[in-house]
């Protein structure tokens, strides 16, 4: 079965420092990846999608980057906020349905 | 609404009871999931409807698990004879459907079984 992995650890950053997520997976081959923010005790919210024939997509300070080689996504926040606090997932798709990791938590120092 | 809207959004319960879960999803959205979340982990895939079709239930832990959506609107996942492993936050998203794979979360049912 597909197998979609996040660095458990959380990630300590200053603000105003870009953020770097990663997102590992094995036994898959996704039409598409998505990134959402999960805050404690909320539903999670989607930020971006990529699909697989796509190397990198921008949404303001958001950055998405998908490898189907080397089967990684990273996902960039520049010029980080404390308010980009959060947990972040990512979830690989295809057909509409799609499989989550277990989501890395970002703090951002002020 | 504007939003998926889940209810109750607590529920407690002893051990070997039913619980019902409801689901209100966007209007217009073909697209339902049901996922599950354990403490500190991700989210757990149980079940996915489309439209008309088949659900798939690929997902789903046991045969003490099951879920409709009537009119294509509403979902309900119901578990039966309760287990203490059955605790976690249950959520429901919906998505346009075909074309469209943002998928619109609720704020979960936090299921504690007791």
């Not at chain 1, 959380?10 to 094995?26: D, M, R």
């Not at chain 1, 598409?32 to 404690?40: A, N, T």
Request: positive net charge; contains cysteine; charged residues 20%.
């Amino acid at each position: 079965s597909q197998k979609i992995e996040q660095n458990s650890e959380a990630l300590n950053i200053q603000e105003g420092k870009t953020a770097t997520l990663t997102c590992n997976y094995t036994n898959y081959s996704p039409a598409y990846l998505q990134w959402y923010r999960q805050d404690p005790g909320r539903g999670p919210v989607f930020l971006l999608l990529i699909r697989e024939n796509e190397k990198e997509k921008r949404k303001e300070r958001l950055k998405v980057t998908f490898d189907t080689t080397l089967k990684q996504s990273l996902f960039h926040i520049t010029a980080s906020q404390p308010a980009d606090s959060a947990t972040y997932l990512c979830a690989l798709g295809s057909f509409n349905k799609f499989y989550f990791g277990s989501g890395t938590k970002l703090n951002v120092k002020p | 609404g504007a939003g998926v809207s889940q209810s109750p959004s607590n529920k407690v319960t002893e051990k070997g009871k039913d619980v019902e879960l409801r689901c209100d999803p966007i209007s217009g959205h073909t697209a339902l999931y049901w996922y599950r979340q354990s403490l500190g982990q991700g989210l757990e895939f149980l079940i996915y409807f489309q439209g008309n079709s088949a659900p798939d239930k690929s997902g789903l832990p046991s045969d003490r698990f099951s879920a409709e959506r009537t009119g294509g609107s509403v979902s309900t996942l119901t578990i039966q004879r309760t287990q203490q492993e059955d605790s976690a936050v249950y959520l429901c998203a919906s998505s346009p459907g075909t074309g469209s794979t943002e998928a619109f979360f609720g704020q979960g049912t936090r299921l504690t079984v007791v």
